[in-house]
């Protein structure tokens, strides 16, 4: 099975490619829907980071206090080792598990950490959705109502533009209207439907 990985900075378009390809038919495995699968109410996971955090990692609808838990692991380097130790193998066999299910003839995982985890071992290919860094910032302040400042300084804690597309196989440069992108993710499938067939 031919396992494409797709991933980009915030507000490059990930979900936007990753929506055509989903209705030109390709499963979509997404690599945050199963980082919040592994930690729903009554999930062992949940119950583990309640142990050792307090009780008050969980909210009173049975979810993870998230807003609570990101303090924390930015506070402390030991408490983030611990939960990466915990969640991402939990992470990875949801994925695992999302790619086996596909009966599609390629799949697709996003993730926006693909290149910076063991994710990219799922991967025999990796697309990067590309945009110019005031592109990307201007979108993710539309989208999210952040000011500019707050989404420039997440771009800056991610991947650096350059590192990421010298490890991409193929790049959609997502600097035009949505028609531009589906028709580039329409090339790019084409490509893998051959790539699959061989
Ligand atoms: P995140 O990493 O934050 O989840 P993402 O990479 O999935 O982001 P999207 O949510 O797909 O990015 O795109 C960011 C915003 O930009 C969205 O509001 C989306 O509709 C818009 N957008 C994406 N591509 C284009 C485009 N080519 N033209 C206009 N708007 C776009």
Do not use: C
């Amino acid at each position: 099975m031919l396992i494409i990985g797709l991933t980009g900075g915030i507000g490059s378009g990930k979900t936007a490619a990753s929506d055509h390809f989903q209705a030109l038919g390709i499963t979509i495995v997404d690599a945050d829907v199963a980082s919040r699968t592994v930690v729903e109410p009554g999930k062992p996971a949940l119950q583990k980071i309640a142990e050792r955090f307090g009780p008050e990692m969980i909210l009173d609808d049975g979810g993870l206090n998230r807003a609570l838990m990101r303090t924390r692991v930015f506070a402390t380097e030991e408490d983030r080792l611990w939960l990466e130790a915990l969640l991402h193998p939990l992470i990875g066999e949801e994925i695992a598990q999302g790619l086996q299910n596909s009966t599609s003839p390629y799949s697709i995982l996003v993730s926006p950490l693909l290149l910076e985890t063991t994710q990219a071992s799922f991967v025999a290919r990796v697309l990067v959705i590309d945009v110019p860094v005031d592109v990307q910032v201007e979108r993710t302040m539309a989208r999210d109502n952040n000011s500019e400042e707050q989404v420039r300084a997440i771009v800056a804690a991610q991947s650096d533009r350059q590192q990421r597309l010298e490890k991409a196989d193929d790049v959609i440069v997502n600097d035009k209207d949505l028609a531009a992108l589906h028709k580039n993710v329409e090339t790019l499938h084409q490509t893998y439907l051959k790539l699959a067939n061989n």
